[in-house]
């Protein structure tokens, strides 16, 4: 049986990471200091395996969030990438390159919520189909979802 491997990255493609062996439980957090990290209503993470992480391209720049817990970002687009604590280091999971099989299996802080999180995936989905046309016009500059040989540091630009 082959080893499990992963990969993934920031945005710009200055950080990326490859995991064998595998992951732990995936989750989502909804503490105060993972919603401001992640700019978001909660973090979704997932547990790397010991000794199984490593940086392939680059490496996160760290943020000490509290006194035994500092969280890991791309230095270059600010892509938040690890949450960092005494018992091993947890990825986000919208940086793996695959995420699909990464559903969250548990709710980490769930008092913390914000209220109405609850209830976000209930509200009306766009239908105009001249917004999406506008989308795929879009030139982007993000890394792809795989590794690649070479890489701008700084990321493409036109």
């Known amino acids: 049986m082959s080893e499990i491997t992963r990969s993934g990255g ?27 990290q992640f700019g978001s209503f909660f973090s ?4 790397a395996p010991d000794e199984g992480l490593e940086w392939t391209r680059g490496e996160p720049t760290y943020f000490q969030s509290s006194v035994n817990i500092d969280r890991g970002f791309c230095r270059n ?16 999971i919208g940086a793996f390159d695959v995420r699909d099989d990464l559903a969250p299996q548990i709710q980490v802080n769930h008092a913390n919520r914000l209220p109405w999180v609850e209830t976000i995936f209930e509200k009306p989905v766009l239908q105009d189909p001249d917004f999406y046309a506008r989308q795929e016009q879009v030139i982007s500059f993000q890394h792809p979802d795989h590794d690649t040989d070479a890489w701008p540091a700084g990321g493409l630009k036109i």
């Open 10 to 36: 920031c945005q710009c493609g200055a950080v990326r990471f490859r995991i064998r062996g595998q992951l732990g439980r995936p989750s989502i957090c909804h503490c105060r200091m993972c919603q401001k």
């Open 44 to 47: 979704a993470l997932v547990t």
């Open 77 to 92: 687009c600010g892509t938040p990438l690890t949450y960092r604590h005494p018992g091993g280091v947890e990825i986000a």
